[in-house]
Nanobody, 119 residues
Framework: QVQLVESGGGLVQAGGSLRLSCAAS????????IHWFRQTPGKERELVAV???????YYVDSVKGRFTISRDNAKNTVYLQMNSLKPEDTAVYYC?????????????WGQGTQVTVSS
């Protein structure tokens, strides 16, 4: 069982930065791939970034070069550093854990954190 808690969301102007954190409970955190999804009303949930248990990363094209996902297994935490934010990045961001990378329906989810980027 893994419990996830996101933090770090907020309101920022376009061009600004935010760092989201996903803190996990559970002794097997390091064995999970951690996914960041985002969702806005009326749109499908979108996979933004993934980091595998080995530290390999993946990004959706729209955030490449602007977002960085990283993990600190000693702290049971995954980070999503978001730079050069755009209004279209506005969404609720969720972290999710699964034993598989690119899981479409990960086993464990956080409650989400709102990111709002003003123009």
């Amino acid at each position: 069982q893994v419990q996830l808690v996101e933090s770090g969301g907020g309101l920022v102007q376009a061009g600004g930065s935010l760092r989201l954190s996903c803190a996990a409970s559970g002794r097997t955190f390091s064995s999970y791939a951690i996914h960041w999804f985002r969702q806005t009303p009326g749109k499908e949930r979108e996979l933004v970034a993934v980091i595998s248990s080995a530290g390999n990363t993946y990004y959706v094209d729209s955030v490449k070069g602007r977002f960085t996902i990283s993990r600190d297994n000693a702290k049971n935490t995954v980070y999503l550093q978001m730079n050069s934010l755009k209004p279209e990045d506005t969404a609720v961001y969720y972290c999710a854990a699964d034993g598989r990378v690119f899981a479409t329906r990960p086993d464990y989810w956080g409650q989400g954190t709102q990111v709002t980027v003003s123009s």
